[in-house]
């Protein structure tokens, strides 16, 4: 079946840091691929979405490309701040339309 | 538009007690799916439904129940409350017809604790 690895956290950055947060996934046929983004108290939202190979997608700095060659999906920021601090959830959504959510990603920036 | 929400924002029971864990989406979106957060361990699908009247199971059904009577509603029912169900539970919407790329949109949780 479907299935997305994340990266174990926590991420430890200072401000103004590179971020990646490496993820990979295995799926049958074409899937989307998702970004969502889980700040402290909160659901999950959106960060960013690829629907087809080569891909990038992109939200408030953050970037990730569809690379199917290597079936990942890493996202990359250059240059964090503290508000980025937050939970990073993959995902991917292929035909049976129930998404497959990576075990998230805890970002921790510091001043 | 409100998006999701999600009714109480959290809840201890006792042993053996039943609650309902109320969803409302105004979005008018056929899909809607009940998870639950345990720590360090990511989203695990409860029950999902692809429309009224229509529900399925998902990962970790056993002592949930849901009900779709309409499309904006999706309940999740917990019968005699155990301490295994201590979590976050979130519940989220999609539209159908816009096929795989459809965004999901999340609520904005119910912690439950079980003592």
């Known amino acids: 079946g479907d299935s997305v690895t994340q990266m174990e956290g926590p991420v430890t950055l200072s401000e103004e840091a590179f971020l990646t947060i490496n993820c990979t996934y295995t799926?049958?046929?074409?899937?989307?691929l998702f970004w969502y983004v889980q700040y402290p108290g909160e659901g999950l939202q959106l960060l960013l979405k690829?629907?087809?190979?080569?891909d990038k997608g992109s939200n408030k700095g953050f970037e990730a490309t569809y690379r199917k060659e290597t079936t990942s999906f890493h996202l990359e920021k250059g240059s964090v701040q503290v508000s980025d601090s937050a939970v990073y959830f993959c995902?991917?959504?292929?035909?049976?339309?129930?998404?497959?959510f990576g075990r998230g990603t805890s970002l921790i920036v510091h001043p | 538009n409100a998006g999701v929400t999600q009714t109480p924002k959290f809840r201890i029971l006792k042993i053996g007690q039943s609650m309902t864990l109320q969803c409302t989406q105004d979005?008018?979106?056929?899909?809607m799916y009940w998870y639950r957060q345990d720590p360090g361990m990511g989203l695990k699908l409860i029950y999902y439904?692809?429309?009224?009247?229509?529900?399925d199971k998902g990962e970790v059904p056993n002592g949930y129940n849901v009900s779709r009577s309409t499309t904006e509603d999706f309940p999740l029912r917990l019968e005699l409350a155990a301490p295994s169900q201590t979590s976050v539970y979130f519940c989220?919407?999609?539209?159908?017809?816009?096929?795989?790329?459809?965004?999901?949109?999340f609520g904005p949780g119910t912690r439950l604790l079980v003592l």
């Open positions: 989220a919407s999609s539209r159908s017809s816009g096929g795989p790329q459809e965004t999901q949109y």
């Open positions: 799926a049958t046929g074409y899937p989307s």
């Open positions: 690829a629907t087809k190979a080569d």
């Open positions: 995902a991917l959504k292929g035909g049976s339309y129930i998404p497959t």
């Open positions: 979005m008018n979106h056929n899909y």
């Open positions: 439904s692809v429309g009224a009247g229509i529900t």
